[in-house]
């Protein structure tokens, strides 16, 4: 019996293992590059966390809307004297009756049972007035007839809310240009560790074809030494790329907003992107400069500075304010207002409210001066963003040009380098090339094969960061 408990324990514990196993399992995902692009802007972080900026937007305009609509309240207030007030009344306003004497004699009879101790000014009684008790319940309604602020704020609306939509443009080409360069950077790492491993291969082969050729006495020492040196160096290099690609992957993943541990695989290669990025065209492409989102920015600053001017001049203005007020009274020396015969008194207030600003000692002129000086400010910014942003046009076409020339040269260079380590390979074993001059064909190989494919990676990086300065799309995560 105990020996079947334990293997349905055992059982249990293998199935609830493998459950975890399961839910812990990471994700994969494959992805081309315009995939890796729609995928990163709906998930990185910051693009959402920008897209949550434009709902805040939306609920803060229909804050300012509703400021100068009909605004309704109600308040329920119960009261219960401890100890009542004492109110003094001149004994001259009454006259000697035997009312008023037992007034003043049940007053006293009260200050006696509470042990208060008796000091009444001469000429006057003392009287309580009310009940210990009471409730008042009221609602209100107001209405906001005139405010120069709520107007202004009414024009902010669209300003307002232009900001945070241009903020979440300006993030998600940010993060297009974050995803394309490390998509390209994972590429080229792949790259470099795929044409490292065939030049490990095929320098291993050269080497121990050497060394045999060493060992039967027909080429120097030198000649073996001369490539194990460059041997090493270039396994070396293989180690390092191999690790730049696990931490190309994790920039990856964390570009794309999903965790460092879920698997990206790439569907497109660093070729296809390098012809698909090759568009001298865009050299000619001209963007009205009122169309780019740095511009559009400073511009919405500058708007939302000339509002403040407005709004501080508003406050100069009166405000008018209408409200209705209904409500009940209740009056009781104990707690009866539950009860169903206690009385309840009806009262109504229908009134308007008029507040007038008429002397603030200069305060209000000193504040709309600061506010049309921030005004001056945020023009200046826009003239100094406008002449920025043509500059960093200028500069971008300048750079992708380079980068395109730079392109054409390394494929050009590659042959070249391929062809003279090829005709080095041949003297060499020949006896006509030195261990030197193949090392030096060799390096300029393997220097040609990086400058190639940086030159692709070079060529895309320029081409989305000209884009971002051209590109007048509106990213966002319903596209």
Do not use: C, H
């Not at 105990?2 to 249990?12: G, P, W």
Request: a negative charge; aromatic letters at 8%.
């Amino acid at each position: 019996m105990r020996n079947k408990a334990l293997k349905i324990f055992s059982i249990l514990l293998l199935f609830t293992a493998a459950l975890t196993a399961q839910v812990e399992k990471p994700s994969t995902y494959s992805l081309s590059l315009e995939e890796a692009i729609e995928f990163g802007i709906k998930n990185n972080y910051q693009s959402r966390i920008a897209e949550k900026d434009v709902e805040i937007a939306l609920k803060q305009k229909w804050e300012i809307i509703a400021q100068g609509l009909p605004q309704i309240s109600g308040a329920v207030d119960y009261q219960n004297f401890l100890k009542q007030p004492v109110t003094l009344l001149p004994a001259s306003a009454f006259d000697n009756t035997q009312s008023t004497i037992d007034v003043v004699q049940e007053y006293f009879d009260d200050v006696q049972r509470n042990n208060t101790p008796v000091n009444t000014p001469e000429g006057f009684i003392p009287v309580r007035f009310g009940t210990k008790q009471s409730v008042n319940a009221t609602a209100t309604w107001s209405q906001l007839i005139f405010d120069g602020s709520y107007i202004v704020g009414i024009q902010s609306v669209q300003t307002l809310l232009q900001i945070s939509k241009n903020a979440k443009t300006k993030t998600d080409l940010e993060i297009k240009k974050a995803i394309i360069n490390a998509y390209g950077n994972v590429l080229l790492a792949e790259e470099s560790v795929e044409i490292l491993e065939k030049n490990v291969e095929a320098l291993q082969k050269t080497y121990d074809d050497t060394k045999k050729i060493f060992e039967n006495g027909l080429t120097e020492q030198e000649d073996v030494e001369q490539l194990e040196i460059t041997l090493i160096n270039l396994k070396n290099s293989l180690n390092r790329s191999e690790r730049m690609t696990q931490i190309s992957y994790e920039m990856l993943n964390l570009s794309l907003g999903i965790p460092v541990e879920d698997q990206v695989m790439l569907t497109d290669d660093l070729d296809q992107l390098a012809i698909k990025f090759y568009e001298p065209a865009i050299l000619e492409e001209q963007i009205p400069i009122e169309e780019n989102i740095d511009y559009r920015i400073a511009k919405n600053s500058a708007e939302s500075a000339q509002i403040q001017v407005k709004l501080q001049k508003a406050k100069a203005l009166p405000t008018l304010t209408g409200f209705v007020n209904y409500g009940y009274q209740s009056f009781s020396d104990k707690f009866t207002f539950l009860d169903s015969d206690q009385e309840y008194f009806g009262q109504s207030v229908l009134g308007v409210s008029l507040n007038i600003p008429i002397f603030s000692s200069g305060m209000r002129s000193s504040k709309t001066k600061q506010r049309e000086i921030e005004y001056e400010q945020a023009l200046l910014d826009l003239e100094r963003t406008e002449n920025e942003v043509k500059g960093q046009i200028n500069m971008a076409k300048s750079e992708y040009e380079f980068t395109i020339e730079n392109y054409q040269n390394a494929i050009r260079n590659l042959e070249l380098a391929e062809r003279i380590e090829n005709k080095n390979q041949i003297k060499f074993f020949e006896g006509i090339a030195s261990s030197f001059e193949l090392n030096e064909a060799q390096r300029q190989l393997y220097s040609a094969q990086q400058n190639y494919l940086q030159s692709m990676l070079d060529v895309i990086s320029a081409k989305v960061e000209l884009e971002n300065l051209l590109d007048t799309r509106t990213y966002s995560s319903e596209n």
